[in-house]
T-cell receptor
Framework: GESVGLHLPTLSVQEGDNSIINCAYS??????FIWYKQESGKGPQFIID?????DKRQGQRVTVLLNKTVKHLSLQIAATQPGDSAVYFC????????????FGQGTILTVHP | DADVTQTPRNRITKTGKRIMLECSQT?????MYWYRQDPGLGLRLIYY???????NKGEISDGYSVSRQAQAKFSLSLESAIPNQTALYFC??????????????FGPGTRLLVL
């Protein structure tokens, strides 16, 4: 069936390193992808999004890459900081699904000082 | 996001009880959603509403009902709570007036324990 999944459930990095969080999706009809960050005790927070007509989009210290050929999405965080420690979710939707998001399992990012 | 509030933040109830979780938003968004989150899982959609007169079931609506009392308020009810409904519940909103209508903004969550 349709799914959005993550390759790695946990990721540990040193402060200052770059982090890469991966996500695979199975539905080629998916046309909009979002990365969310969820800190302990809080709701998911929007980080960055990308549409299927783009391969790359950059924000502040974050970059999302989309490879439609292999149905793969990644979130790159530059100069990772302890405050980046959180669970990161990718989510996908399709134009016909009226805003319904399908979330991946989540990756726990831990940043060590 | 402080513009989306949920009450209560924590709730303990017993099997068979009816409870209501409330969500309010000051963002002026037209769409509202209820999700549940279980340990090790992503968020799963329970119900969603595109406006006051439009309510739709999500992927896990059994055992739940909702009410959209106003554009700014969307409540979730558990008619007869059971232990496997123990979870973290999130409300979210989105705005169809902007180009990023799919982007959803989440409340802080309600932690529910059913004994």
């Amino acid at each position: 069936g349709e799914s959005v999944g993550l390759h790695l459930p946990t990721l540990s990095v040193q402060e200052g390193d770059n982090s890469i969080i991966n996500c695979a999706y199975s539905n080629s009809a998916s046309d909009y992808f979002i990365w969310y960050k969820q800190e302990s005790g809080k709701g998911p927070q929007f980080i960055i999004d990308i549409r299927s007509n783009m391969d790359k989009r950059q924000g502040q210290r974050v970059t999302v890459l989309l490879n439609k050929t292999v149905k793969h999405l990644s979130l790159q965080i530059a100069a990772t900081q302890p405050g980046d420690s959180a669970v990161y979710f990718c989510a996908e939707t399709r134009g016909t699904s009226y805003g319904k998001l399908t979330f991946g399992q989540g990756t726990i990012l831990t940043v060590h000082p | 996001d402080a513009d989306v509030t949920q009450t209560p933040r924590n709730r303990i109830t017993k099997t068979g009880k009816r409870i209501m979780l409330e969500c309010s938003q000051t963002k002026g968004h037209d769409r509202m959603y209820w999700y549940r989150q279980d340990p090790g899982l992503g968020l799963r959609l329970i119900y969603y509403s595109f406006d006051v007169k439009d309510i739709n079931k999500g992927e896990i609506s059994d055992g739940y009902s909702v009410s959209r009392q106003a554009q700014a308020k969307f409540s979730l009810s558990l008619e007869s709570a059971i232990p496997n409904q123990t979870a973290l519940y999130f409300c979210a909103t989105s705005d169809t007036r902007t180009g990023a209508k799919e982007t959803q903004y989440f409340g802080p969550g309600t932690r529910l324990l059913v004994l």
